[in-house]
């Protein structure tokens, strides 16, 4: 299994056509997407009104690719108002699951009010979360799960009132690498590249993966940077191997990846 993760350059502007910008970037990267890889998309790259178009085209993405794509985030209008919500599909372009965002950050709170489901997939015999963006700030968030993740997934919309992005990506840097040690997951972001066109503040560009398992310290946060597509296979054996040692040394409370 490989998580694909994008950062590309996406617009909000009525005329942007960010899912063809992204689907662009990922058939150069020429990855060889096979039928239990995951593609995450960010936070938000659907500024369309339409749920149907969203779905239609996650969707498409998924059976032009043939493999699993977690769709981001699109804005839903209910009755009893708007959630910032996503879903995710099988490589037939199948709807395999729904999220939202939990609490909605800022300003978003005029306009959004916080879902109600918390994304648990099944993707290929792993148990996946999906969070949006700020949702990953909070830890209660994950130890909600009916069982603890193989994989976080953010989607991301990181935007930055400080001059450079180096402040915000250090921040999520650092708060990936902790929830990957202390959840034993392999954490996975994908966001707006720097510095994609938003109305009032760039975004910061701090999609990367997070890997506990690696040895190195420079190995344990791997950001896209100015790429558009990053791909990380995904060793689960090295991760229940991590787990084990680290429940062996009373780092992880009985139970909790069983």
């Known amino acids: 299994m490989k998580l694909i993760l994008v950062q590309p350059q996406l617009r909000v502007a009525p005329d942007a056509d960010n899912v063809g910008v992204i689907r662009a970037a990922l058939e150069s990267a020429q990855l ?14 659907d500024h369309g009104a339409s749920r149907e178009v969203y779905e239609c085209e996650v969707a498409a ?75 990953f700030w909070f830890a209660d968030l994950v130890q909600r799960t009916t069982r603890l993740p193989d994989v976080i997934l953010v989607a991301a919309l990181s935007v930055s009132r400080k001059p450079s992005p180096e402040y915000s990506r250090s921040l999520w840097r650092h708060l990936a690498v902790a929830r990957a040690y202390e959840f034993g997951v392999y954490v996975g972001i994908s966001d707006w590249g720097y510095p994609s066109d938003l109305p009032l503040l760039c975004a910061s560009g701090v999609g990367g993966f997070a890997d506990p398992t690696a040895t190195t310290p420079e190995m344990l946060f791997s950001p896209i940077g100015n790429r558009s597509v990053a791909a990380h296979p995904l060793d689960f054996r090295a991760l229940d191997e991590f787990r084990r040692d680290r429940t062996s040394r009373g780092f992880f409370w009985r139970g909790v990846h069983e």
Do not use: M, W
Not at 32 to 45: A, K, Q, Y
């Open 32 to 45: 060889g997407c096979e039928r239990n890889d995951i593609v995450l998309l960010p936070e938000s790259f």
């Open 61 to 135: 993405l998924a059976r032009r690719l043939r493999c699993h794509v977690v769709g981001g985030s699109h804005h839903q209008t209910l009755p009893s108002g708007t959630i910032n919500s996503g879903l995710a599909f099988d490589p037939d372009g199948r709807i395999i699951g729904r999220y939202d965002k939990l609490r909605p950050y800022a300003s978003e709170r005029e306009y959004v009010q916080p879902g109600s489901v918390l994304g648990e997939l099944l993707i290929a015999g792993r148990r996946v979360l999906v969070l949006v963006c700020s949702d």
